[in-house]
Structure formats: C-alpha cells, structure tokens
C-alpha cells in the first residue's frame, strides 16, 4: 500500500528546498548588482567579476587553497588508507584500541583545540609557519575521515578474491595493487573528495598555523566579513557554486550512463 502525497508534505518540501537554496539563489542574483551595497539593487552588472579577476590578494588565497587541498587530501588519503587496512585487516596487534582512539581522534576533538595544539607543536620545533604547516595540520584532522570511508569498504571486502589470487602465486604487494586497489578504488576516491572539500572549507585550524603570504580563501573572506563584505564576494561564491553544480551534474550523468547496461 503506497502512501498518498499530502499537502503537508509539499509544503514541507517546499520550505525545505527554499531553506537550502533560496540563499544561494539571491547570492547569485547580487553577484550581477552594479551597487557595492549588498542590500541595495543598483542595476544588472558584470563589474564585481571583473574586479574579482583583479584581485590579486584573493586570486593568491585561492591558489593557496587549492594548492594546500590538493597536497593535504593527498597525503590524508596514502595515510587514511593505510590506517584503514591496519584497523580491518589486523586486529590483534599490541595498542589497537590506542591506535583506533588516535585516529578517530580529530573527528570529535574541537577544532579550536587541534589548531591551538598544532600551533604550540610548530613553535616547539621552530617550524617556519606557512603552507606546508597548513598543509600538514589539514593532513592530521582529514586523514581520519578518509580512513573511516576506506574502512567502511574493507569490512564488506571479499578476501577470498586475495587469497586466490596468492595462491596462484601473486605476491602479496602485487596482491594490493591489482586486486584490492582496484575494487576499494571508488571509496578511496570519495575520501580523497572529502579530504579535499574539508580542507578547502576549512577556517578554524588554518587561522591558527597559517604565515604571512599564505592566507586561505576561507581566512580571506572571513577577514574581508569583519571589515564589510564587498559584491566580488558574491561573484566569488557564485563562481564556486557553478563549477560544484558542473561537477555534481556531470558526475550524476556518468554514473547514471554507467547503469545503463550497453545494448
């Protein structure tokens, strides 16, 4: 018996849906105001996108972002994905439940407390506080999420695809890179996307371990916030959601594509 859809439920959609992205959509429509006031229409305008192309300060920070996901997520996912075999496939080793604890660590510690303990642990050693500072502090609270998304593929793993593939004589390493990599591929992928996304999102602990010249997108514009948003904000943002929407859109249609099956 199939439930009737009800006038609550397209109400409730309704608010729903406008919650989430009637916000994004005035973000937009403001992105093309000729006023440099946020709440005051002066016209339709492209003039922010071009102030935004010549913005030097924010053109830098978003390299800077990018750069430092990049390199974070990359490393987060080598590591993550190593801490996720350890955790599924060994499960008997001295420490475990320390090991465990460690890793799962930075998901619940508060962020405020890992980027003050990062930045005591670089003046301890005298590291020079830059984007490799950044780049390893994002490398420390991603990797657990990656390992975590790793880890949840490992446990519904086949092991008997491995064991034949030893026994008909594949060493072990070999094993991992022709057998395992590939079918745990996909969530490698998604911990890496996630790594990415966090790190690039990320204000709180980059704030803390961030130099001179190596200010992020996200510090970027929250310190532009406290002085009076600017309209290339807007055109910043809108910039962002079109390449996410892009993104997201081609990706739903090859994976939909890869349903299909061939005729």
């Not at 996912?77 to 930075?106: D, E, I, N, Q, S």
């Not at 079918?183 to 990415?196: M, Q």
Request: proline share 5%; net charge positive.
């Amino acid at each position: 018996m199939t439930r009737r859809w009800t006038l609550f439920d397209t109400t409730a959609l309704t608010f729903g849906f406008a919650f989430l992205y009637l916000p994004l959509l005035v973000l937009v429509v403001y992105s093309f105001n000729d006023s440099r006031l946020l709440n005051v229409w002066g016209g339709f305008s492209t003039r922010w996108y071009v102030e935004l192309w010549n913005d030097k300060v924010l053109l830098t920070a978003l390299r800077n972002s990018l750069g430092i996901a990049l390199f974070s997520a990359a490393i987060a996912t080598f590591f993550g994905t190593l801490a996720a075999l350890a955790l599924v496939r060994y499960t008997r080793f001295w420490g475990r439940p320390l090991f465990t604890g460690m890793v799962y660590a930075p998901m619940v510690m508060p962020e405020v407390v890992t980027g003050l303990s990062l930045l005591l642990f670089f003046v301890s050693i005298n590291a020079e506080r830059g984007f490799w500072t950044v780049t390893l502090a994002h490398t420390s609270f991603t990797m657990c999420y990656v390992a975590v998304v790793v880890q949840s593929r490992l446990v519904a793993f086949d092991r008997t695809l491995e064991e034949a593939a030893q026994d008909l004589g594949c060493p072990p390493l070999r094993t991992f890179f022709t057998i395992t990599l590939p079918l745990i591929a996909p969530s490698v992928l998604a911990g890496f996307l996630l790594a990415f996304t966090l790190s690039l999102d990320d204000v709180v602990i980059a704030s803390f371990v961030t130099g001179p010249g190596t200010s992020t997108l996200p510090i970027e514009i929250f310190n532009k916030a406290r002085r009076g948003l600017s309209p290339e904000i807007n055109a910043l943002s809108s910039l962002i959601l079109l390449v996410v929407t892009v993104a997201v859109v081609t990706s739903s249609l090859l994976s939909k594509r890869a349903l299909i099956p061939a005729r």
